[in-house]
């Protein structure tokens, strides 16, 4: 039996993981949509829908997630009250109203398997197995004074160098300390330098875990940029191009030595374990060392709220949130598998 798996591309923003989920998109069984914005404010918001045994608690979950602009649902090319009728009709939990969605794309290209791309899902992958305990995680990790470079430049980035290190650092610490505790067979990963250098090998290997064949097409993901990305993210216009490995390496030039000290003063253990050599930049200065210890505090805290919340919120869970869709998902709800019509012959 072929997979069916959910299939989430994660990493630090600006690492290559909107041509990864071009790459995906191109295999001819997997739709990865353009990010989405609904799957985390959904789960944080979970109480309010209320009791989703009740239709009507599912209608309101599903109105809100097909006619809310900020979920951008509309750049998913899907008809809202089509979907919004799957997800009344479909099975009570959480997962499984989210889910329907990224079926529903996936069926709009005629393949079986679905997932998403959002960098920020390193942060929440507790969150997504708990939605979804059969996905699959791929994690693209590029050197991290390429991607601090690369965020500098982002018309939609209003963060600090600070901040930016900060990011790279905590995608890196949940590679190296979360991620060997994920359930086996859930979590791959792979560098955007090798996947750019190599990308039928990395790709075979990417395959190889998903449970699925290459496909040469899935190295020209330029050919499938037209229609999985929106026109108006034009800080994705190299994803309309060939791969090539020309962006790597080019903090050298794009980063003022200051940040490179940071980013080599901060972030050094990290760049050697991944195979990232450093410059013999000097170390960063007391104040910008505070600077940075400042900005990474005040986000640990935040994380730190926000798990605690959470957990207070599951005490009140009135259904389990865990989607009933795949083969896996139905299992581990107990729940018995569709029947497969036996095929006609002549």
């Known amino acids: 039996m072929q997979s069916d798996r959910p299939i989430f591309v994660i990493g630090c923003p600006r690492s290559g993981t909107t041509m990864l989920q071009l790459m995906l998109h191109a295999h001819p069984r997997v739709a990865i949509p353009p990010e989405t914005r609904f799957m985390i404010s959904a ?42 009728e799957q997800i009344v009709t479909g099975p009570p939990t959480l997962g499984s109203a989210l889910g329907v969605v990224l079926r529903a794309y996936a069926a709009r290209f005629g393949k079986p398997r679905w997932g998403d791309k959002r960098p920020s899902y390193f942060q929440n992958v507790d969150v997504l197995l708990r939605l979804f305990p059969d996905a699959q995680f791929v994690h693209l990790i590029r050197d991290g004074r390429d991607c601090v470079a690369s965020l500098k430049e982002m018309p939609w980035h209003t963060g600090t160098v600070h901040s930016s290190v900060s990011t790279w650092a905590e995608a890196i610490d949940f590679a190296r300390h979360r991620a060997p505790k994920l359930p086996a067979g859930s979590y791959h990963e792979l560098r955007y330098e090798d996947l750019t250098a190599d990308p039928e ?30 026109e108006h993210k034009t800080w994705h216009v190299n994803t309309h191009r060939e791969v090539t490995t020309v962006r790597s390496g080019s903090w050298r030039d794009r980063l003022e030595p200051e940040e490179i000290a940071l980013c080599e003063s901060v972030l050094g253990d990290r760049l050697e374990e991944y195979g990232y050599e450093l410059s013999g930049a000097p170390k960063a200065s007391a104040a910008q060392l505070l600077a940075y210890e ?3 505090t ?26 009933q869709l795949t083969s896996a998902q139905l299992e581990l709800a107990g729940l018995p598998l569709p029947r497969l019509e036996p095929a006609l012959t002549g």
Do not use: I
Not at 66 to 77: D, T
Not at 299 to 317: F, G, H, I, P, W
């Open 43 to 84: 789960y944080q918001r979970r109480l309010h829908f209320g009791d989703l045994t009740d239709p009507a608690c599912r209608r309101e979950l599903a109105e809100w997630l097909v006619n809310r602009r900020q979920s951008r649902f509309h750049q998913l090319g899907l008809d809202a009250a089509e979907v919004a």
């Open 298 to 323: 005040m986000r640990r805290l935040a994380r730190t709220k926000r798990a605690a919340l959470d957990r207070v919120v599951r005490l009140r869970e009135p259904n389990p949130v865990a989607a």
């Open 294 to 296: 400042r900005t990474a």
């Open 201 to 230: 090998g990395e790709l075979r290997t990417l395959c190889a875990f998903l449970g699925e064949e290459f496909d040469p097409a899935m190295c020209e993901p330029s050919r499938v940029a037209g229609v999985a990305v929106p």
